[in-house]
């Protein structure tokens, strides 16, 4: 029942569904039938846990019989699904200020007499939603549900539940006012003495009787009737009298004896009962008080008699009943018999059962009528059976044993199982398992002699034997159509490989064309299974030309020299020496192979085995940390197969294994800082770490690249002058830690400017050994004037010098120094560094600036900044470390680059 449907339930159509209870879906239905309305309460299958619930809501609500509830009228099982239908009686849903005064007064007294019944009889009402109230024809209410009921209850349980029911429903439903009295009254009563209210009792009648209120027509009707009662008992009375006489009458009245008691005694009952008030008597029943002497009663039959007419007349009863289901199924059963097939099986199962079901009561002409009908059904299911046989065979014959199964499981589906359809389908199934064991064992084969052809086409065995492939026409035809095909093969090559050899033995010369170079004359010397060795004419020294080196023109003139016959009948057959000269580089792309019907399937499969034997070769490599022999063997799975036999996750793999050796190596055969020295190369934790160092000016032209309107030139051999920036052609950015020294001398005295630049690109920090910009020859820090050239640790943001004096903030890096003067042409060596414990400067190995203050981000690259003067720069030297995972991730790339790039 997910996704909002409704059940099937035997007897009953769904209209819609209405929505959840506490226990259950409400649904609307019609009931076959009878043809009409109903309310279905279904628990569903997901809910079995609540069934016991569910069952003692049902039968409280007959227990109660319609008293402030809607009638049971049928209730049972549909699956696993429980269901109660109900007589909602034309009941209507309550809206708030549907209900005038009176009305409200009503519907409290038709639920006290719900809670006063229930109980009664043990039973606690759960949670009674006010959507679960009806208003029923004849101004009477009654509820839906009855939730989750609690048993073993004592009457108050009941006024407290019913109190607190009242209260919920009376605000919902804007009766509130009208009915608090009546809710007080209701718990004065409860805690005065516990008992129900008295006058409530009369107001809404016994709490045995009916569900439905008397209303004004009903009170006339019984009134009519107790006027008659009365009438009948009078009119009596005054015939007796009539007819006795006065004396025998006061004779009588004053005798002693047994008669005359009990006439007295009846004329006292006739003055002071009726009918109606006499507790003691039944409806239907007759007191012998009240039968005149003269009359002879009849006495009841035997009890066996009595037992047989009640027997004789319950079974016509159930077999009125069975008549009626009968009638509603046979239909059924019949649109089963002119249908398609679907449902024969459980039909036949059905009339079976009811022919031997012992409460199965029918007339002689239906008991034949169901036989005849079963005869019928298991004809029909016998026609289609035999039409789902037959095609299943017909599938079989034809080899497709995959469409004979699918036939029969949806025969078997449709039909249901049988001793026929079940036995096809296994033997079906075995013979399908045992194709595909053969067809294995036939690859194999293929797959054997394939690699025969390569070793030594001239000595191929094309023997394939397979055990039970003779029940297998497919198979069979897969197999001779391979076979022919290797032939025609092995026939041109081995035709070709005939003329050559007398070549050979006559020392004769043959043009043979290489590619895209012309024909050369050669001299064949030698023939072997992978091509030929050769001496160019005018040559000494003989060389080896594999058959694939040979070109298309060359083995078509190959072919037609060797074979005319064969060239004028098929003169593309050449074409087909691909599949043994170009080997399995040329097999997935190769265009010829377009004329063969099997081999390209088995080649595929071939390639594949061989791939993954590759992969496995691979894996054992790395796994013994073999990374040498690893990265050329990787190289020459690339250069062997196509690049489309490659997935994207294996050639992530196969550039994951080249780069292993080359990452443990450093920066050895990488295109990167040609110019620089690697003295230092580790792994740490998450970290590569790097040291480099660039000796001379040639070398440090090669990595450090001038920025824009930046000067940068070489003096002499060792030296550069630098006027402006520069940064490093780093392919990654430097982590965590970076140190860097320059050895080099400032140009002019004014502006000394030497100055490193860490992180450049993300939050640069500037390590100045002469802070001097332009228009600048002092300024003041802290109150402090401080005069330039000086030496300093800031932000490369805060270039800007600021000036308290005028009233801006002080500077916002440690105060600078004043000393060792810079003189220009003398060799300074300035280190700047920076880390998670802080910055620091030094002059000549001298600590002049320490700043301890930490940094949010340590990433970037690294510059040199001048600030337009030109200082000289003779070496220099950096010790930084890289994140290991942009490492890999930039080796991945580098090998993706040398791995697939020709491809």
């Known amino acids: 029942m997910s996704g909002g449907s409704a059940p099937e339930i035997p007897g009953f159509q769904p209209l819609h569904i209405r929505g959840g209870g506490d226990l259950g879906i409400w649904i609307e239905a019609r009931q076959v039938r009878l043809d009409r309305k109903v309310l279905l309460k279904v628990l569903p299958a997901s809910e079995t846990h609540l069934e016991e619930e569910f069952s003692r809501e049902v039968r409280c609500m007959v227990e109660l019989d319609g008293t402030g509830v809607l009638r049971v009228i049928d209730e049972g099982r549909a699956g696993s699904a429980r269901y109660v239908a109900l007589d909602e009686a034309g009941g209507k849903r309550l809206s708030p200020g549907d209900l005038d005064e009176a009305e409200a007064r009503s519907l409290v007294l038709d639920m006290y007499r719900l809670f006063r019944k229930s109980a009664s009889k043990g039973w606690l009402p759960g949670q009674i939603p006010v959507e679960s109230i009806r208003s029923l024809p004849g101004g009477v209410f009654a509820v839906t549900e009855l939730g989750r009921i609690q048993k073993n209850s004592t009457p108050s349980d009941g006024q407290k539940k019913l109190i607190e029911s009242l209260r919920r429903w009376g605000r919902h439903l804007e009766i509130y006012d009208v009915i608090s009295p009546m809710i007080e009254e209701l718990r004065s009563a409860s805690g005065a003495d516990g008992r129900w209210p008295e006058n409530w009792d009369r107001a809404s009648g016994a709490v045995d009787s009916p569900a439905h209120k008397v209303g004004p027509f009903n009170y006339l009707l019984m009134s009519f009737i107790v006027l008659a009662l009365a009438l009948g008992v009078w009119w009596s009375s005054t015939n007796d009298m009539t007819r006795e006489t006065p004396e025998e009458g006061f004779s009588h009245s004053n005798s002693g004896s047994t008669g005359e008691t009990r006439e007295s005694e009846r004329g ?23 039968v005149d002497s003269d009359i002879e009663l009849v006495q009841p039959t035997s009890e066996e008699e009595t037992l047989t007419l009640y027997t004789w007349s319950e079974q016509e009863k159930k077999r009125e009943l069975n008549l009626l289901r009968w009638l509603e199924q046979r239909s059924e059963f019949l649109e089963v018999l002119t249908g398609s097939g679907a449902g024969l099986a459980e039909a036949v199962q059905m009339l079976e059962e009811l022919e031997r079901d012992p409460d199965h009561l029918l007339s002689l002409e239906k008991d034949h009528e169901i036989h005849a009908l079963i005869m019928a059904l298991k004809y029909q299911y016998q026609l289609h059976e035999g039409e789902i046989l037959r095609g299943a065979r017909e599938y079989v014959a034809s080899d497709d044993h995959q469409q004979a199964t699918q036939l029969l499981r949806q025969g078997i589906a449709q039909l249901g199982s049988s001793d026929l359809l079940q036995e096809s389908l296994d033997h079906v199934e075995s013979l399908l398992q045992q194709k595909e064991e053969v067809a294995g064992l036939l690859d194999e084969g293929f797959l054997r002699v394939l690699r025969n052809c390569l070793a030594n086409p001239l000595n191929v065995d094309l023997t394939i034997s397979v055990p039970g492939i003779e029940n297998f026409s497919a198979l069979l035809e897969r197999q001779t159509a391979f076979l022919a095909e290797v032939e025609e093969v092995l026939h041109v090559h081995s035709k070709i490989v005939s003329m050559l050899s007398m070549l050979e033995s006559d020392r004769g010369y043959v043009s043979l064309g290489m590619g895209l170079e012309k024909s050369l004359e050669v001299r064949v010397d030698e023939l072997d299974s992978t091509g030929m060795r050769v001496t160019r004419r005018g040559r000494r020294d003989s060389e080896k030309l594999e058959w694939n080196q040979l070109s298309a023109e060359t083995r078509k003139r190959l072919f037609r020299d060797a074979d005319p016959t064969g060239f004028a009948e098929n003169p593309d057959r050449w074409q087909q020496l691909s599949v043994l000269w170009d080997g399995e580089s040329g097999w997935l792309s190769h265009s010829d192979l377009t004329s063969f019907q099997v081999i390209p399937e088995v080649l595929d499969r071939f390639v594949l085995r061989r791939k993954i034997e590759d992969l496995e070769k691979a894996r054992n490599l790395e796994a013994v940390g073999d990374r040498s022999s690893l990265q050329l063997w990787v190289s020459q799975m690339v250069e062997k197969f196509p690049v489309e036999i490659w997935s994207p996750e294996e050639k992530f793999q196969l ?70 920036s520069a940064r490093l052609n780093s392919p990654l950015e430097f982590v965590d830690a970076l140190e860097v020294s320059i050895v ?81 042409g003398n060799v300074i060596q300035m280190v700047a560094s920076d880390s998670r414990e802080g910055a620091k400067l030094s002059l000549n190995g001298r600590e002049i600036l320490d700043y301890s203050a930490k940094k949010a981000e340590r990433s970037g690259g690294v510059g040199i900044e001048t600030f337009g003067s030109s200082v000289v720069i003779r070496s220099i030297s950096l010790k930084g470390r890289w994140d290991e995972a942009s490492w890999n991730q930039f080796l991945l790339k580098k090998a993706s680059s040398a791995l697939w790039m020709d491809k």
């Open 268 to 290: 006292e009952d006739s003055r002071s009962k009726t009918p109606l008030d006499s507790e003691d008597l039944l409806v239907g029943e007759v007191d012998s008080r009240d």
């Open 655 to 724: 550039e994951k294994w080249w780069s292993l050796q080359l990452g443990d190596r450093g920066l050895e055969n990488w295109d990167i800082f040609g110019g620089a020295e690697m003295t230092g190369w580790a792994k740490a934790d998450s970290f590569r770490e790097i040291e480099l160092s660039w000796s001379d000016g040639e070398k440090i032209l090669l990595d450090w690249i001038p920025g824009d309107e930046s000067q940068v030139r070489l003096l002499g051999r060792s030296e550069v002058v630098l006027s402006g």
């Open 744 to 824: 080099g001398a400032v140009t002019m005295r004014e502006r000394p400017n030497l100055n490193i630049v860490l992180w450049l690109d993300r939050a640069p920090l500037l390590f100045g050994a002469g802070i001097r910009p332009q228009g600048r020859s002092s300024f003041t820090s802290s109150g402090e004037t401080v005069l330039l050239p000086a030496h300093g640790i800031m932000p490369l943001e805060g270039l800007e010098i600021r000036d308290s004096k005028k009233g801006e903030d002080p500077l916002p890096f440690p105060l600078p120094v004043m000393s060792p003067r810079l003189n220009p």
